[in-house]
Protein backbone atom coordinates (compact mmCIF):
# COMPACT_ATOMS: atom_id res chain seq x y z
CA UNK A 1 0.00 0.00 0.00
CA UNK A 2 1.19 3.66 -1.16
CA UNK A 3 2.48 5.76 1.28
CA UNK A 4 3.52 9.17 1.24
CA UNK A 5 5.06 11.64 3.35
CA UNK A 6 6.20 15.54 2.77
CA UNK A 7 8.51 17.62 4.23
CA UNK A 8 10.31 20.72 3.27
CA UNK A 9 7.91 23.42 4.88
CA UNK A 10 9.34 26.07 6.53
CA UNK A 11 8.71 29.84 7.63
CA UNK A 12 10.48 32.70 4.64
CA UNK A 13 9.46 35.94 3.84
CA UNK A 14 7.38 37.09 0.25
CA UNK A 15 9.64 36.66 -3.00
CA UNK A 16 11.45 33.58 -1.18
CA UNK A 17 11.60 29.66 -2.39
CA UNK A 18 10.81 26.91 -0.70
CA UNK A 19 11.43 23.25 -2.69
CA UNK A 20 8.55 20.44 -1.11
CA UNK A 21 9.47 17.17 -1.26
CA UNK A 22 6.82 14.04 -1.21
CA UNK A 23 8.55 10.71 -0.34
CA UNK A 24 6.50 7.48 -1.66
CA UNK A 25 6.76 3.95 -0.22
CA UNK A 26 4.88 0.60 -0.42
CA UNK A 27 4.67 0.90 -4.51
CA UNK A 28 5.90 2.05 -7.41
CA UNK A 29 5.15 5.60 -7.75
CA UNK A 30 5.03 5.53 -11.38
CA UNK A 31 1.54 3.97 -11.54
CA UNK A 32 0.40 7.03 -9.62
CA UNK A 33 -0.59 11.04 -11.01
CA UNK A 34 0.66 13.21 -8.16
CA UNK A 35 -0.76 15.97 -6.80
CA UNK A 36 -0.04 18.89 -4.57
CA UNK A 37 -2.99 20.41 -2.71
CA UNK A 38 -2.89 23.18 -0.29
CA UNK A 39 -5.85 24.35 2.96
CA UNK A 40 -5.91 27.23 4.74
CA UNK A 41 -7.63 26.80 8.13
CA UNK A 42 -11.59 27.22 7.12
CA UNK A 43 -11.54 27.19 3.67
CA UNK A 44 -11.38 24.22 1.05
CA UNK A 45 -8.50 22.07 0.03
CA UNK A 46 -7.60 23.50 -3.41
CA UNK A 47 -5.32 21.55 -6.45
CA UNK A 48 -2.19 24.04 -6.71
CA UNK A 49 -0.45 21.38 -9.42
CA UNK A 50 -0.83 17.94 -10.65
CA UNK A 51 1.81 15.54 -12.39
CA UNK A 52 1.13 12.42 -14.46
CA UNK A 53 2.81 9.15 -13.83
CA UNK A 54 5.23 9.17 -16.62
CA UNK A 55 5.77 12.91 -16.05
CA UNK A 56 4.92 14.41 -19.30
CA UNK A 57 1.68 16.10 -18.30
CA UNK A 58 1.24 18.89 -15.87
CA UNK A 59 -1.44 21.24 -14.18
CA UNK A 60 -0.83 24.38 -12.17
CA UNK A 61 -3.85 26.37 -10.79
CA UNK A 62 -3.63 29.74 -12.37
CA UNK A 63 -2.38 31.62 -8.86
CA UNK A 64 0.78 29.75 -9.30
CA UNK A 65 1.52 29.24 -12.78
CA UNK A 66 5.28 30.67 -13.68
CA UNK A 67 6.14 30.16 -10.16
CA UNK A 68 5.56 26.85 -8.87
CA UNK A 69 7.00 23.29 -10.79
CA UNK A 70 5.92 20.19 -10.04
CA UNK A 71 8.50 16.86 -11.14
CA UNK A 72 9.25 13.63 -10.03
CA UNK A 73 11.94 11.04 -9.91
CA UNK A 74 10.00 7.50 -10.30
CA UNK A 75 13.50 5.67 -10.24
CA UNK A 76 13.64 6.88 -6.33
CA UNK A 77 10.10 7.17 -5.47
CA UNK A 78 10.12 10.90 -4.99
CA UNK A 79 8.60 13.25 -6.02
CA UNK A 80 8.80 17.67 -5.61
CA UNK A 81 7.00 20.82 -5.59
CA UNK A 82 9.09 23.87 -6.76
CA UNK A 83 8.02 27.32 -5.05
CA UNK A 84 8.95 30.36 -6.57
CA UNK A 85 8.15 34.02 -5.75
CA UNK A 86 6.36 32.88 -2.70
CA UNK A 87 3.78 35.54 -1.82
CA UNK A 88 1.81 35.89 1.90
CA UNK A 89 -1.44 34.27 0.24
CA UNK A 90 0.76 30.65 -0.64
CA UNK A 91 0.68 30.54 3.31
CA UNK A 92 -1.19 26.90 3.28
CA UNK A 93 -0.69 23.06 4.62
CA UNK A 94 0.35 21.43 1.46
CA UNK A 95 -0.84 17.90 1.12
CA UNK A 96 1.16 15.35 -1.54
CA UNK A 97 -1.47 13.03 -2.99
CA UNK A 98 -1.77 10.01 -5.43
CA UNK A 99 -3.71 8.26 -7.39
CA UNK A 100 -3.50 4.84 -9.12
CA UNK A 101 -3.53 5.14 -13.00
CA UNK A 102 -2.16 2.21 -13.44
CA UNK A 103 -5.02 0.88 -15.23
CA UNK A 104 -5.10 3.58 -17.94
CA UNK A 105 -2.89 6.04 -19.29
CA UNK A 106 0.44 7.27 -17.70
CA UNK A 107 0.09 10.48 -19.40
CA UNK A 108 -3.55 11.52 -17.29
CA UNK A 109 -3.40 14.01 -14.70
CA UNK A 110 -6.50 15.55 -13.51
CA UNK A 111 -6.53 18.64 -10.69
CA UNK A 112 -10.21 16.82 -9.07
CA UNK A 113 -9.45 16.30 -5.59
CA UNK A 114 -11.99 13.16 -5.30
CA UNK A 115 -9.83 10.97 -7.77
CA UNK A 116 -6.90 11.07 -5.01
CA UNK A 117 -7.06 8.55 -2.62
CA UNK A 118 -4.08 8.52 -0.85
CA UNK A 119 -2.75 11.50 1.42
CA UNK A 120 0.49 12.58 3.22
CA UNK A 121 -0.02 14.05 6.33
CA UNK A 122 0.72 17.74 5.03
CA UNK A 123 3.66 20.21 5.92
CA UNK A 124 3.01 24.06 7.03
CA UNK A 125 4.26 26.59 4.42
CA UNK A 126 4.44 30.42 5.74
CA UNK A 127 5.04 33.54 3.68
CA UNK A 128 5.39 36.78 5.88
CA UNK A 129 5.14 39.88 3.83
Known amino acids: QLQLVESGGGVVQSGESLRLSCAAS????????IGWFRQVPGEEREAVSTISGSGDNTYYADSVKGRFTISRDNAKNWAYLQMDSLKPEDTAVYYCAADDVSYYSGSYTSHLEYEFDTWGQGTQVTVSS
Open 26 to 33: GAPLENYQ
